[in-house]
């Protein structure tokens, strides 16, 4: 199956940045879309940003203009740039990977932004 390690998370006070990194091994195809998920305690899961094949991107309206996903040659490593971050930004993020109708999911790395 797909493995997907994550990296980057950590702890920083409010308007600075940090880079999360996605790397996706052991692919049986072509990668579709990498993008990045976010959960906090008690909210549900929700988008924050994914990349196609042909560097097409979608971004929550709560980090655009912030946050920037990229992904190298449509390569199976996938990076979240996040600046200006805020405490609402605070929750565990999540690697997602498409292949076909598949989703493979990373272990997720917390993000904690402090005041």
């Known amino acids: 199956q797909v493995q997907l390690v994550e990296s980057g998370g950590g702890l920083v006070q409010a308007g600075g940045s940090l880079t999360l990194s996605c790397v996706a091994s052991r692919s049986p195809f072509r990668i579709n879309s990498m993008g990045w998920y976010r959960q906090a305690p008690g909210k549900q899961r929700e988008l924050v940003a994914s990349i196609t094949t042909g560097d097409n991107t979608n971004y929550a309206d709560s980090v655009k203009g912030r946050f920037t996903i990229s992904r190298p040659n449509a390569k199976n490593t996938a990076y979240l740039q996040m600046n200006s971050l805020k405490p609402e930004d605070t929750a565990v993020y999540f690697c997602?990977?498409?292949?076909?109708?598949?989703?493979?999911w990373g272990q997720g790395t917390q993000v904690t932004v402090s005041s």
């Open positions: 997602n990977v498409k292949i076909f109708v598949n989703n493979y």
